[in-house]
């Protein structure tokens, strides 16, 4: 079985600061993904990142960045020169073809 | 424009009264997923599948049946519905595998009487 879990269910940053999102997870899957999805107050699900965790190397997309440490299990994901359009609930997953979500961390920008 | 599409998006309904959710996608995705998403549980994976007349389940595939006939359909089937499925669902897809960006459609709400 997968678990994902999400220590954080609220954080809150100044616009413009950087955020750090946690996650760990746990499988027994040799060959998994990881992600990491934004839900806006619009409901919609949006991919922001997806690490392969055979590649050592950390999955960067613009302002986001994520920290996987394998042997860790753990995937957190920075959030740099936050605005106010990042305010989302930001689930992790992880899986293969069966994809396991964390509880959500709910993040709020100040301005 | 490429999507998915839920319907009806917002459902009230009484116990017992079997409803079926659609979910189409327009991007010739191989892969197709169903999820609830409940407060405090974040999203979890009902039911999947990877090509047509191939599904699985996921982690809570119980009181619900899905059926993938056309690429492009998977419904999603509640034959007696429980006030314990009043949820959230997400119908989600990918172009070949669960690993691939899965592009959510809008959601459904549905309440359970």
């Known amino acids: 079985a997968q678990t994902v879990t999400q220590s954080q269910p609220e954080m809150s940053v100044q616009e413009a600061e950087t955020v750090t999102l946690s996650c760990t997870y746990d499988?027994?899957?040799?060959?998994?993904?990881l992600f990491w999805y934004k839900q806006p107050p619009s409901r919609q699900m949006i991919l922001v990142i997806r690490?392969?965790?055979?590649?050592?190397q950390n999955a960067t997309e613009n302002r986001f960045s994520v920290n996987f440490q394998k042997a860790a299990k753990s995937f957190s994901l920075k959030i740099s020169d936050s605005q106010l359009g990042d305010a989302a609930m930001y689930f992790c997953?992880?899986?293969?073809?069966?994809?396991?979500f964390g509880t959500g961390t709910r993040l709020t920008i100040i301005p | 424009e490429a999507q998915v599409t839920q319907n009806p998006r917002y459902l009230i309904t009484v116990t017992g009264k079997k409803l079926t959710v659609t979910c189409s996608q327009n991007?010739?995705?191989?892969?197709m997923s169903w999820y609830r998403q409940d407060p405090g549980l974040g999203l979890r994976q009902i039911y999947y599948?990877?090509?047509?007349?191939?599904?699985d389940k996921g982690d809570v595939p119980e009181g619900y049946k899905v059926s993938r006939k056309e690429k492009r359909n998977f419904p999603l089937i509640l034959e007696s519905p429980s006030p314990n499925q009043t949820s959230l669902y997400f119908c989600?897809?990918?172009?070949?595998?669960?690993?691939?960006?899965?592009?959510f459609g809008p959601g459904t709400r549905l309440t359970v009487l």
């Open positions: 989600a897809s990918s172009l070949l595998r669960g690993t691939d960006t899965q592009y």
């Open positions: 499988t027994s899957e040799s060959d998994y993904y």
């Open positions: 690490q392969e965790a055979y590649k050592q």
């Open positions: 997953a992880c899986g293969n073809e069966k994809l396991t």
């Open positions: 991007m010739n995705h191989e892969y």
């Open positions: 599948s990877m090509n047509v007349e191939v599904t």
